[in-house]
Every structure is written in structure tokens, then in C-alpha cells.
């Protein structure tokens, strides 16, 4: 049997600000609300894991790393990932 993927609907509330930035938005790719909202969330969800992405290889780097300057640059990068600038 062939499995199709439905849509699932889902109920969102947004701060005006943000719902006039989204029907803006819309309104210039010529789509609708719901697209730039589908597409904004994908987005958000490859940048996620492209972020924890980046703090594993960090970890390895810092594991792996002999030398004492690349170590303590790696960490402040690690820290900065962590807890932001």
C-alpha cells in the first residue's frame, strides 16, 4: 500500500506584528499566508539541526585538538553557539 502524506491542520496565534509581516510577505511572493508561514518554519527547522550540526563537529574538534590556542578557541566558539554573544 502507498502511503500519502496529508497535510495536518494545525491552529497558530501570532502577535499582530508578525501576521503583517507574513500577509506582507505574501502579498509580495504573490503566494499565500499559509505558504509563508509552511516555508518560514521549514526554514527555521533546517537551521536548527544545521546549528546543532555545527556544535557537534565543534566537540569533536575540541576532543581531537592537541594544540592549546585552537582548543580555547574552539571552546569560546562552543560557548558562544551555548549561550549566544
Aim: hydrophobic share 35%; proline share 2%.
Amino acid at each position: 500500500m502507498r502511503t500519502v502524506k496529508r497535510p495536518i491542520r494545525q491552529s497558530i496565534s501570532l502577535p499582530s506584528r508578525l501576521a503583517k509581516q507574513v500577509k506582507a510577505l505574501a502579498k509580495y511572493q504573490k503566494t499565500s499566508a499559509n505558504r509563508v508561514l509552511v516555508d518560514l518554519i521549514e526554514i527555521g527547522l533546517e537551521s536548527k539541526e544545521a546549528e546543532k550540526q555545527r556544535f557537534f563537529e565543534l566537540a569533536d574538534k575540541l576532543i581531537s585538538s592537541t594544540d592549546k590556542a585552537e582548543q580555547q578557541s574552539t571552546k569560546e566558539e562552543l560557548a558562544r553557539l551555548t549561550f549566544g554573544e
